[in-house]
């Protein structure tokens, strides 16, 4: 039996953790870095003890966005690590998007594709200059977040619900942040980035995880 003391409770949990989190990127770096490992495991609590059913491969997608969380803490060192981390992450949410999507041609899955590709295409076309070693691994994980979002506007499509809109801000949401994330990192560097990232990223994995809860009493 689903328990609404508890969701209030997560929820809060997770929001004031949230906002501790931007409150410190502002005013308290040190503040931000030891709450920046918690965004995750919070919102995960939400979904277990909001979800009727719970999906382990969503389990699997916020274990490996914690994970990815905190080794991008240390960008200098393991930043390779971070991306892998966030790529396993979306692949996962890829799987679960496609189950969900009903039978399609390849003229709806190119239509889709469009604007993921080329938003993609012109955002490398900017970065491209400074990857260096990290071209391939940069674009590998474009692919895969522009899968991610392109599967999310497929399903949105084939089924406008609330939940699936939900799923596609989200996706759309973390595109945003990752792309932020990159210009940052590769082209332009500005302390407002940080908020702006996070507040994204936040946002993106919130939604994604409601729309997620609500499946699950399907």
Known sequence: MISKTRIYAATI?????????IFGLFYN?????????????????????????????VIGALAFSCLGDILLLDKAQYFVFGLGSFLVAHLLYIKVTARDIQKVSWREVLLVSIPFSSFLFGLIQLLYPNLNEMKIPVIVYGIVISSFGASALLLYRQEKSTENGWL?????????????????SFYS?????????????ILAQYFIVKSFIVKSFR
């Open 189 to 201: 560097a500005n302390e407002m980035y940080s908020f702006l990232i996070m507040t994204t990223y």
């Open 29 to 57: 770096t040190s503040l931000a870095n030891y709450t920046k490992p918690f965004l995750i495991p919070t919102l995960g609590i939400l979904y277990v003890v909001s979800a009727k059913k719970i999906d382990f491969w």
């Open 168 to 184: 596609l801000l989200g996706a759309l949401l973390f595109i945003l942040s990752d792309s932020l994330i990159a210009i940052n």
């Open 13 to 21: 949990v997770f929001l004031l953790t949230s906002g501790l989190h």
